[in-house]
């Protein structure tokens, strides 16, 4: 079972930045897809960005291309999410997650929401004017 701790999230009006960290366990952060999916209100848990620890490739939804990075510090076993230009679309629940990467290049699929483990309990992200 992964083990993850969320930290960051909170309340922004358009335009802002928030970031998020997930700190892993030695074990669930080496060489694994780890990142971010959220679940607004009424809707189905969605993948946001993942990055595959072992060689920091990332993988983003379509949705948050060019205004959201994911980033990982090995030293501390930490996955990072700056999330900028922030609308009201990405209100939602937070979660971070741990799961294997497919195939021979290694590839992140946010599709594969059930495929993941170490669900906490979230953070909040509210975009509201």
């Known amino acids: 079972q992964a083990q993850l701790a969320e930290f960051g999230g909170g309340s922004v009006r358009p335009g802002g930045s928030l970031s998020l960290s997930c700190a892993a366990s030695?074990?669930?952060?080496?060489?694994?897809?780890l990142g971010w999916f959220r679940q607004a209100p009424g809707k189905e848990r969605e993948g946001v960005a993942l990055?595959?620890?072992?060689?920091?490739?990332?993988f983003y939804a379509d949705s948050v291309k060019g205004r959201f990075t994911i980033s990982q510090d090995n030293d501390k076993n930490t996955v990072h999410l700056q999330m900028n230009s922030l609308t009201t679309e990405d209100t939602a629940m937070y979660y971070c997650a741990a799961g294997r990467p497919r195939g021979s290049w290694y590839r992140c699929i946010l599709e594969d929401v059930d495929k993941y483990s170490g669900w906490g309990q979230g953070t909040q992200v509210i975009v509201s004017s």
């Open positions: 030695r074990d669930t952060y080496m060489s694994k897809c």
């Open positions: 990055i595959y620890t072992g060689n920091g490739n990332p």
